[in-house]
């Protein structure tokens, strides 16, 4: 994956970086986003976790280490955020509540949401870091969701439909 040597892009990659790995420094942080590729001075990185909002929580080890906070509102603690398993849990909630419709069409899968609901629901689909999910794009009450496969619409699209029971 190859990503701009933006502000954006790096902040990004800081979030990625927090949320997959216990960052207990900032010079660990610094040699997390080397390995990334990603180049950027102490001072730009302490700027970057001030303009996060990053903070240090203690971990199931004891130690502390750094995190962000969630986009949109997310109940449960850090840990439970992080996990894999409660964020396809908190996609399926939502996608019982927010799903309309799902169809696909080659790589592509459109959402169909309640208006007002589809940014909404697209940011808990992106933060969910499906790996067969490439991105999504929002509009007032419908999602595209781009994947892939070039043929990975229609499971995608049957996934959503099983979230939403």
Excluded: W
Excluded at 12 to 33: C, R
Excluded at 53 to 68: E, I, K, T
């Amino acid at each position: 994956m190859s990503a701009p040597a933006t502000k954006t892009a790096r902040q990004a990659a800081i979030k990625d970086v927090l949320a997959a790995t216990d960052v207990h420094s900032q010079a660990e942080l610094l040699a997390e986003l080397s390995a990334r590729g990603v180049s950027v001075t102490q001072g730009t990185l302490s700027r970057d976790l001030v303009e996060l909002g990053a903070y240090r929580v203690r971990a199931d080890s004891g130690q502390l280490v750094y995190s962000v906070p969630p986009e949109g509102p997310v109940p449960g603690d850090l840990a439970a955020r992080r996990a894999p398993e409660a964020l396809e849990h908190r996609l399926s909630s939502l996608c019982r509540d927010l799903l309309v419709a799902a169809e696909s069409s080659a790589n592509l899968v459109i959402l169909r949401t309640p208006p007002g609901a589809a940014q909404f629901l697209a940011s808990v689909i992106d933060q969910s870091r499906q790996p067969d999910i490439l991105g999504t794009i929002a509009g007032d009450d419908t999602i595209m969701i781009v994947t892939r496969a070039p043929d990975g619409g229609v499971a995608v699209a049957g996934r959503f439909l099983e979230y939403a029971g």
